[in-house]
């Protein structure tokens, strides 16, 4: 009698343990009270490993390197969220210097944008040819829209300039017919409305549902991205193909350095053996698998995962441009499960959240 009353009490704490666990990662007590309001980073190797659902040929190699991928970012994201909760502020980040920057980088994606519609001649939402006459530089700049709006977002007190900020930055943004970057200003908003309550968390679970029926109609897409991954995992492994020439062609092929003058996408769609100048995209892990292998898959899933959960806890505790910045990256890594990460604003990004950080924290030295 003893060892059944305690064996059910032991079944129902473990579920209530798992129960709790759930809901903090999505940010409410498993009673639905708000906790602290910010999807968990692990949400990103959770949606990664779903999308297995979706491709049930992949190989044996290609399997197990997307395993080893997610589970090292997985592991990259506890250490940095226990990192990230012991780091202490030494100063602060004046709130003029953090709307100056925002309204700089509105202003130059703004500048970007038209001059880029002007190149085109036409609307390249309304025809997608067009996007091959715009301008690399101009359309990366362009994006600045992103990371300007959410600077502002978080210092904003009404609920209705908040949302409509979102609504007019991926109005504008669908302008140039990218896909990505509308999904990424969406999730971004979404991360700092749970933030500041300006978005419950039933208009949360309604995001999410969108999102499964968004993943279901693009099942085509993922199916064929997982394809393109495979490939690559089974060429270049197991330590790989192009010796970093993916990597130094995310900067080599958009500024005047020494590299690969083809970007990333193309390298990979070299690799699938696709027409010339085609490109492709190969998941998150894909690029790092092309570059050294198994060695550049363990490595760059661990310092993003680092990054991710740093900036994570570090927000958490101070919020202001930190939760704009930890929006953007869960953002882009979110929709980088499928398209990569290997446009160098988005290394910009990361670079900059990790830079704020590191503001706050050394102290100064002056004296």
């Known amino acids: 009698m003893f060892y059944k009353s ?39 190797p959770f949606f990664g490993m779903l999308l297995l659902l979706f491709y049930s040929e992949m190989s044996p190699i290609g399997l197990a390197c997307y395993i080893i991928g997610y589970v090292s970012l997985a592991f990259g994201i506890f250490a940095g969220v226990c990192v990230g909760g012991k780091i202490k502020r030494k100063r602060r980040i004046p709130k003029d210097q953090q709307i100056g920057l925002a309204l700089f980088f509105v202003l130059v994606s703004i500048i970007a944008i038209s001059l880029n519609l002007l190149k085109s001649g036409f609307l390249p939402m309304l025809n997608r040819s067009l996007r091959f006459l ?101 060429e270049s492994f197991p330590e790989g193909l192009y010796r970093g020439s993916v990597l130094i062609s995310s900067f080599s092929s958009v500024l005047p350095i020494p590299g690969p003058k083809l ?31 198994v060695y ?40 980088g499960i499928e398209t990569g990460i290997v446009d160098i604003v988005v290394f910009f990004y990361f670079f900059l959240a990790m830079l704020s950080i590191l503001y706050e924290t050394v102290p100064s030295i002056r004296k």
């Open 6 to 44: 305690f064996k059910e009490s032991y079944v129902r704490i473990t579920i209530n343990k798992a129960i709790n666990f759930l809901a903090r990662i999505i940010g409410v007590t498993s009673k639905g009270k708000v906790i602290h309001l910010c999807p968990h980073p692990a949400i990103i």
């Open 134 to 234: 715009l301008d690399v530089k101009l359309t990366y700049l362009s994006f600045l829209l992103i990371p300007g709006i959410c600077l502002i977002a978080v210092h904003e007190k009404v609920r209705e300039r908040f949302l409509a900020f979102f609504v007019i930055a991926s109005a504008i943004i669908s302008l140039l017919g990218f896909r990505t970057e509308i999904f990424v200003a969406i999730i971004s908003g979404s991360v700092i409305g749970l933030r500041k309550k300006f978005i419950t968390i039933f208009d949360i679970f309604a995001i999410i549902l969108i999102v499964i029926a968004l993943i279901l109609f693009l099942k085509v897409r993922i199916s064929s991205t997982l394809s393109v991954y495979d490939v690559v995992a089974i």
């Open 263 to 293: 970007g990333p996408r193309t390298l990979i769609g070299n690799i699938v053996e696709f027409r010339k100048g085609v490109t492709a995209t190969s998941t998150l892990l894909g690029p790092w698998v092309a570059d050294f292998g």
């Open 296 to 335: 550049s898959l363990v490595i760059f899933a661990l310092l993003l995962g680092l990054m991710l959960g740093v900036s994570y806890s570090y927000q958490k505790k101070y919020g202001e441009c930190h939760l704009a910045f930890y929006a953007i990256l869960f953002s882009f890594t979110l929709t």
